[in-house]
């Protein structure tokens, strides 16, 4: 089993920055990548942001580029969303997972599909 623990949600004003992370604990070893997704009152499901654990290879939805950046610390097993420049429409509970990946399929930018998640954190953004 993978345990994820987010942190770093809050409340900002349209333009601010906030800054998640994600502490993994368990068979940290199983997966080889970590991502995040976010869920939006009525919407569907969105992959945000995913990195594979070399720290190589990264994705994000055309939505956050350019304003999100995601990054790992393998030693501590964590990884961090850093999101700069927020929207309104950037509201939602946000989700760590972990999983098996491959930068070259489909499941890459999917991480909403990843074996495991976390219990998520609510990000708000006023306009």
């Known amino acids: 089993q993978v345990r994820l623990v987010e942190s770093g949600g809050g409340s900002v004003q349209a333009g601010g920055s906030l800054r998640l992370s994600c502490a993994a604990s368990g068979y940290t070893w199983w997966y080889n990548c970590m991502g995040w997704f976010r869920q939006a009152p009525g919407k569907e499901r969105e992959g945000v942001a995913t990195i594979d654990t070399s720290g190589t290879n990264t994705y994000y939805a055309d939505s956050v580029k350019g304003r999100f950046t995601i990054s790992q610390d393998n030693a501590k097993n964590t990884v961090t969303l850093q999101m700069n420049s927020l929207k309104p429409e950037d509201t939602a509970m946000y989700y760590c997972?972990?999983?098996?990946?491959?930068?070259?399929?489909?499941?890459?930018?999917?991480?909403?599909?990843?074996?495991?998640r976390g219990q998520g954190t609510q990000v708000t953004v006023s306009s």
């Open positions: 997972a972990a999983g098996s990946c491959d930068p070259r399929s489909s499941t890459w930018s999917k991480p909403q599909d990843y074996s495991y």
